[in-house]
């Protein structure tokens, strides 16, 4: 059974960092796009970034450039945000995502990610 646990989110002021972990069972992590989405109340889930297992390329979304990073530790099949210069805005369920292909440039199309996980809340305090 496949499953993404994500964890690490909270509650920071602004300015401040968290680190996102996404924790993945039950596939290969090889071949495999693990993507960072957020959904704010009353918003859709936008997509953060995504990193493709096979090379390590990686994508932004503008909003997060320069703030986020994302990595991955294929040992453990965990996949990381890094979140420094948090904004308000930021705050949001972040979730991680999967689909048996490279990130490439429809990276943020939640339509292509067959597997989801619950979900984790990051509030960013002004």
């Known amino acids: 059974e496949v499953q993404l646990v994500e964890t690490g989110g909270g509650l920071v002021q602004a300015g401040g960092s968290l680190k996102l972990s996404c924790a993945a069972s039950?596939?290969?992590?090889?071949?495999?796009?693990i993507a960072w989405f957020r959904q704010a109340p009353g918003n859709e889930r936008e997509g953060v970034s995504c990193?493709?297992?096979?090379?390590?390329?990686?994508y932004y979304a503008d909003s997060v450039k320069g703030r986020f990073t994302i990595s991955e530790d294929n040992a453990k099949n965990t996949v990381y945000l890094q979140m420094n210069s948090l904004k308000p805005e930021d705050t949001a369920v972040y979730y991680c995502?999967?689909?048996?292909?490279?990130?490439?440039?429809?990276?943020?199309?939640?339509?292509?990610?067959?597997?989801w996980g619950q979900g984790t809340q990051v509030t960013v305090s002004s």
């Open positions: 995502a999967a689909e048996a292909a490279s990130c490439g440039n429809k990276w943020s199309l939640r339509y292509r990610y067959g597997y």
């Open positions: 039950g596939f290969t992590f090889d071949g495999y796009a």
């Open positions: 990193i493709s297992i096979n090379d390590n390329t990686t």
